[in-house]
Structure formats: C-alpha cells, structure tokens
C-alpha cells in the first residue's frame, strides 16, 4: 500500500489501516523521541500523542514528502511544544563525561545520550535525524523547515559541540566514530 492510500485509509478510520500505520510508525516515533534524550515514559507518551495527531490530520496529508518524514514534522513539532513546557535541563553531569568504569560501551552510550540531550535544539534536532533516525538531509530540511544548507550546518555545529562535551571520555571510547563521520561505522 502507497503512502497515499494508507493514509485515506487512516482518513476513513479503515481499522486495519490504523493498526497497519501505528505498528508501522510507532518505533520510529519511540525510537526518535528517545533518542532526543527524553526518559523511556515521555518518550512512548510523546511518541503515542504524535501518532493520535497523525491519525487526526492525515486528510491533510498531500503526499508532497514520504508519509515517514510528514510524521516525523508532525513528531519535530510536537515534541517542540512539549519541551517548551518543560523546565530547563540541567547541564550534562560532570561524572558522565569524565568518569571512565568497568563498562566503558554502556559508559559511552550513556555519555552520548547525555551529551545529546544537552545539545540545544536546533543541534539536537537534525543530528537526531541524520544519525540516530538515518534520515537523508533533504528530508531532514523539510522535517525542520530549513534549507539544506542549514541542516548541514547544524550537523557540523552538533558535531562539534558533542566533540567538546565528550573530549574527556572518548580516548578510549568508540564513540568518536559517529562524531566525524555523522554515520555509524560499525
């Protein structure tokens, strides 16, 4: 089924296309928004809201970009507006970039999800996107509402920013791999 007849389909309320569009979009929705660093439960409430959102605006839906990147502007905004609520975040913990343990690839892991998290936004966003979500620049750019240009730089600026909040901890991590190249190596 195209983009487009999912989503009639979902316009209609076809209950096999609904269920066919939130197991299809839910992990990506999970996945994103945990990735911008949110705990495991705001993730799946933003990830669920962004999905009921979609369910109720997908007549809009045009079909101009894939039905993917409509959902994850949808996503981008929503969680928008819900940060904006928030209180602000504290600053990355010490410990987190300068402690080496036992367990150096969760130590990266979690040293990179906090530096991510304490990226702001407009870094946070695209860098989310093209790394963590493997989306390509010109879907990110509509996604964001920028041009591709400034995708692009944003990705450098992220880059470099999480560069500077994890020199201490990457000598002996793997983490620096995905801060060069944007993408996973392994």
Do not use: C
Request: proline share 5%; net charge positive; hydrophobic share 40%.
């Amino acid at each position: 089924m195209s983009d487009k007849e999912l989503a009639r389909a979902v316009a209609r309320d076809n209950e096999a296309a609904v269920l066919a569009f939130v197991k299809l979009y839910h992990p990506d929705m999970f996945r994103y928004m945990r990735s911008l660093g949110l705990r495991h439960e705001d993730a799946e409430d933003l990830a669920v809201e962004t999905l009921l959102i979609a369910q109720r605006k997908v007549g809009s839906y045009r079909g101009e970009s894939s039905l993917r990147t409509w959902i994850h502007r949808l996503a981008y905004r929503h969680y928008v507006r819900w940060n904006q609520k928030q209180k602000p975040t504290s600053r990355l913990p010490e410990t987190l970039i300068t402690g080496r343990s036992a367990h150096a690839a969760i130590d990266d892991a979690e040293s990179l999800r906090g530096a991510i998290a304490n990226l702001p936004d407009t870094l946070r966003q695209p860098f989310v996107l093209h790394v963590v979500n493997d989306m390509p620049l010109d879907e990110i750019a509509v996604i964001l509402d920028v041009p591709v240009g400034t995708v692009k730089s944003r990705l450098h600026f992220a880059r470099a920013k999480l560069r500077e909040l994890l020199a201490p901890s990457t000598e002996e991590s793997h983490v620096p791999i995905i801060l060069e190249s944007g993408r996973r190596t392994r």
